[in-house]
């Protein structure tokens, strides 16, 4: 099982970034697909997660509305678009295999600064 | 949301110590507790899933038990690679919620 973010960087108040996750070494399509971050020093937090078939879509409170989670299963690709983007979002953001998180990727930093 | 407490939130043991870390919820959440380790600068590694199930390629030397709001780690036999921050995860209810972690350090 491989996870492998991309996509992170440094983007200013109110910018938006897209993250990818490519896996592979897994049946992709059969898997929930999450996104958790860690801001700078701090502990875990779960953003969103999306099943298999994209059917179902459930978002942390502090980022519904403002980011997307997306999948294709053609490409073994997970995604999350991210708008309005605030200091507060600026963390490493992972993503992981399942509802119980049971592997990830080694994460991408994202930078919300002017 | 479901509020995820551990203890305790730091941790001094001994290699060869046997340690347990408790993690309580705020409400019931069956078995749908996993457990992380997560050691400086790497990415979180699953542990235990459904509160007492060992993740494929996990020592048999960590352990989880508990049902309900109340729920246990332990880690026998402490080496020196078991240094690191534990956390605890309920995926019962949306949003799905964190322990604020639990620091092991060597004494």
């Known amino acids: 099982v491989q996870l492998v973010e991309s996509g992170g960087g440094l983007v200013q108040p109110g910018g938006s970034l897209r993250l990818s996750c490519a896996a592979s070494?897994?049946?992709?399509?059969?898997?929930?697909m999450s996104w958790v971050r860690q801001a700078p020093g701090k502990g875990l937090e779960w953003v969103a997660n999306i099943k298999q078939d994209g059917s179902e879509i459930y978002y942390v409170d502090s980022v519904r509305g403002r980011f997307t989670i997306s999948r294709d299963n053609a490409k073994n690709s997970l995604y999350l678009q991210m708008n309005s983007l605030r200091a507060e979002d600026t963390a490493i953001y992972y993503c992981?295999?399942?509802?119980?998180?049971?592997?990830w990727g080694q994460g991408t930093l994202v930078t919300v600064s002017s | 949301d479901i509020q995820m407490t551990q203890s305790p939130s730091s941790l001094s043991a001994s290699v060869g110590d046997r340690v347990t870390i408790t993690c309580r919820a705020s409400?019931?959440?069956?078995?749908?507790l996993a457990w992380f380790q997560q050691k400086p600068g790497k990415a979180p590694k699953s542990l235990i899933y459904a509160a007492s199930s060992l993740q494929s390629g996990v020592p048999s030397k960590f352990s989880g038990s508990g049902s309900g709001t109340d729920f246990t780690l332990t880690i026998s036999s402490l080496q020196p690679e078991d240094f690191a921050t534990y956390y605890c995860?309920?995926?019962?209810?949306?949003?799905?919620?964190f322990g604020q972690g639990t620091k092991l350090e060597i004494k």
């Open positions: 992981a295999r399942g509802q119980a998180l049971a592997y």
């Open positions: 070494g897994f049946t992709f399509s059969s898997y929930w």
């Open positions: 995860q309920q995926y019962n209810s949306y949003p799905f919620t």
């Open positions: 409400q019931g959440i069956s078995n749908s």
